[in-house]
């Protein structure tokens, strides 16, 4: 007669999965009690201003001006080209919403322009 494998089943697993499973949904309804859990970061809303300030941070991290945490160590060279392009495509936003803007998107979008051709044209020389 061959060995026949016995295959035993505790008979408290399914009290045990049950609960598991209270506890779990235990721990559900509290942090919805407490309010929606932490996950990723909201978007702001998107407007004029937060398109400026996204094609400012580029030109402001191509000229050297900003760096990321990885960068803040390092000795890095200004890019110029591709400051020179986002500069560009704000003034480009300038020309084409002009009479378009209110007076504080008008503002922003004047004084950046104005702070990065400055910086651009420092560090050209």
């Not at 060995?3 to 408290?12: Q, R, S, T, V």
């Not at 503002?107 to 104005?114: C, D, F, K, M, R």
Request: glycine fraction near 4%; aromatic fraction near 4%.
């Amino acid at each position: 007669m061959a060995d026949e494998k016995k295959i035993i089943i505790d008979e408290d697993w399914k009290s045990q999965a049950q609960k598991e499973k209270e506890q779990l949904k235990a721990q559900e309804e509290a942090s919805k009690k407490n309010g929606p859990e932490k996950g990723p970061m909201e978007m702001p809303p998107a407007d004029f201003l937060g398109l400026v300030s996204i094609l400012a941070s580029q030109a402001f991290y191509a000229l050297g001006v900003i760096r990321s945490a990885a960068d803040k160590d390092k000795e890095i060279e200004p890019d110029l080209p591709m400051a020179r392009y986002h500069i560009d495509l704000l003034a480009m936003l300038e020309e084409k919403c002009k009479g378009n803007l209110t007076r504080e998107e008008q503002a922003v979008l004047t004084e950046t322009l104005s702070q990065l051709r400055m910086v651009f044209v420092k560090l050209s020389m």
